[in-house]
């Protein structure tokens, strides 16, 4: 008999949504049966997803959030739960990155990194918790989701984006952090750690000499594809997972063994 994950009834708030894996996670939580809430800083590229999504017979919302902005955090999540309802699975998905040498980083650099990366997440990941330890044992859902995107270069080092790695590192002990104290209230949280997907942001990259080079690197000499990393996704935010709590999961074809 067949099984497939099943997410109707429940409210998926994305981040970094307006593109890349975003738009993809968005996309696979709707066609699970999620009311699904996109949320970035580019509200009109949001738009057309909405509308992509609501063509194929889903349900979409869009909010504005700036996660380097506290006060957009706490209003973003207040409008989401006004919009949709309340927030049964965050994916805290926005990510920055910059390429060069840590003896060229500037204070500039390192804020526009770690104020997206990991004081944005961080925030983020407690606006909606407190959110739903509140609602507590109240509600009769059988529980929260909290997934965190972090990456392999948070599980081992790269030349050339060590200010990325080290944010993302700590994205990596920021979710065990939440695991152990939310655990209790009903939120699972875990983090999936992708290795290189292929995306509109980096896809000339992978036909440039440099790309190849690297692209020759990896264990099965491919880069992935953000469909590869649907499975995993459903499987964190679907009931089935509540024996799942602070469990950083690479899904990299290989390259971190």
């Not at 949504?17 to 009109?44: D, I, M, N, P, Y």
């Not at 049964?88 to 650099?109: C, E, R, W």
């Not at 939310?182 to 980096?202: K, L, Q, S």
Request: hydrophobic fraction near 40%; aromatic fraction near 6%.
């Amino acid at each position: 008999m067949g099984r497939s994950i099943n997410l109707e009834g429940k409210v998926a708030l994305i981040t970094g949504a307006s593109s890349g894996l975003g738009k993809r996670f968005a996309q696979v939580l709707s066609q699970a049966g999620a009311k699904v809430v996109l949320a970035s800083r580019r509200t009109e590229r949001l738009k057309e997803l909405r509308a992509e999504i609501e063509a194929s017979g889903g349900a979409a919302h869009v909010v504005a959030l700036d996660v380097t902005d506290y006060q957009s955090i706490k209003a973003a999540v207040a409008h989401a739960e006004t919009e949709a309802g309340t927030i049964d699975i965050l994916v805290n998905n926005s990510g920055v990155s910059t390429t060069q040498k840590l003896t060229d980083v500037t204070p500039a650099d390192f804020e526009f990194v770690f104020d997206t990366n990991t004081r944005g997440a961080f925030f983020v990941a407690q606006e909606v918790a407190k959110r739903m330890i509140m609602r507590g044992s109240s509600t009769s859902k059988p529980g929260y989701r909290i997934i965190n995107v972090a990456s392999v270069a948070g599980l081992r080092v790269f030349p050339q984006i060590g200010l990325y790695a080290m944010s993302k590192a700590a994205v990596v002990q920021m979710t065990k952090a939440m695991a152990l104290e939310w655990g209790r209230h009903g939120i699972n949280v875990n983090a999936i750690c992708p290795g290189y997907i292929d995306t509109e942001i980096n896809h000339h990259h992978w036909k440039t000499e440099q790309g190849q080079k690297l692209m020759s690197l990896l264990p099965r000499r491919r880069v992935g594809k953000p469909e590869d990393l649907d499975g995993l996704l459903l499987l964190l935010c679907a009931d089935e997972s509540q024996f799942i709590n602070g469990s950083v999961i690479s899904a990299d074809d290989g390259f971190s063994l």
